[in-house]
T-cell receptor, first 117, second 113 residues
Framework: AQKITQTQPGMFVQEKEAVTLDCTYD???????LFWYKQPSSGEMIFLIY??????QNATEGRYSLNFQKARKSANLVISASQLGDSAMYFC??????????????FGTGTQLKVEL | GAGVSQTPSNKVTEKGKYVELRCDPI?????LYWYRQSLGQGPEFLIY????????DSGLPNDRFFAVRPEGSVSTLKIQRTERGDSAVYLC???????????FGPGTRLTVL
């Protein structure tokens, strides 16, 4: 089974609108972390937001928020007030095991977001 | 401050040749990771270093791939007898002790002809 599933290969959003990028995950480890990264056409992976499995509140970082639904094993990224510069590939990733254990990230296949005027 | 740097940014080689890819992590970061990203896919884990030692090399596809980090800072990924299927972007990331967030470099695009 896929550990990280991103079912939206491509998404379009109007500038200034909000958009939700879906991510579901699969793990039997009670300790895990979920990450979202942005990859513009330049290729660099840019860290956006992190949610730990024991965190009680949904993570927020500026215009980014993570809608963490533990029972559903989903960790959707919400981008508010979309900007043209948000056009990029977005990857959801998971770390299994305790924080700081140096564990690898497992990535999904990504969602290509296009922000339109 | 300086981020993760990788050299070269692009490498074109012929099938059967040997290549070295270099990663310079963020200063003070003890953990270093190598990933490989094929076209249209997410990055896939190759190897993780904590300090000088490889703590997890379970992602290396075969014994043609090897990585070192002799002084606990710069790392080199070495690929022997390259094959066309090795063509991909090789990403390096680093993180500091006790944290999870991995910061990535710009990657090296390897093309094997």
């Amino acid at each position: 089974a896929q550990k990280i599933t991103q079912t939206q290969p491509g998404m379009f959003v109007q500038e200034k609108e909000a958009v939700t990028l879906d991510c579901t995950y699969d793990t039997s480890d009670p300790s895990y972390g979920l990450f979202w990264y942005k990859q513009p056409s330049s290729g660099e992976m840019i860290f956006l937001i992190y949610q730990g499995s024991y965190d009680q509140q949904n993570a927020t970082e500026g215009r980014y928020s993570l809608n963490f639904q533990k029972a559903r094993k989903s960790a959707n990224l919400v981008i508010s007030a979309s900007q043209l510069g948000d056009s990029a590939m977005y990857f959801c990733a998971m770390r299994e095991g305790l924080t700081g254990g140096g564990n690898k990230l497992t990535f999904g296949t990504g969602t290509q977001l296009k922000v339109e005027l | 401050g300086a981020g993760v740097s990788q050299t070269p940014s692009n490498k074109v080689t012929e099938k059967g040749k040997y290549v070295e890819l270099r990663c310079d992590p963020i200063s003070g970061h003890t953990a270093l990771y190598w990933y490989r990203q094929s076209l249209g896919q997410g990055p896939e884990f190759l190897i993780y270093f904590q300090g000088t030692g490889a703590a997890d090399d379970s992602g290396l596809p075969n014994d043609r791939f090897f990585a070192v980090r002799p002084e606990g800072s710069v790392s080199t990924l070495k690929i022997q007898r390259t094959e066309r299927g090795d063509s991909a972007v090789y990403l390096c990331a680093s993180s500091s002790t006790g944290t999870d967030t991995q910061y990535f470099g710009p990657g090296t695009r390897l093309t094997v002809l």
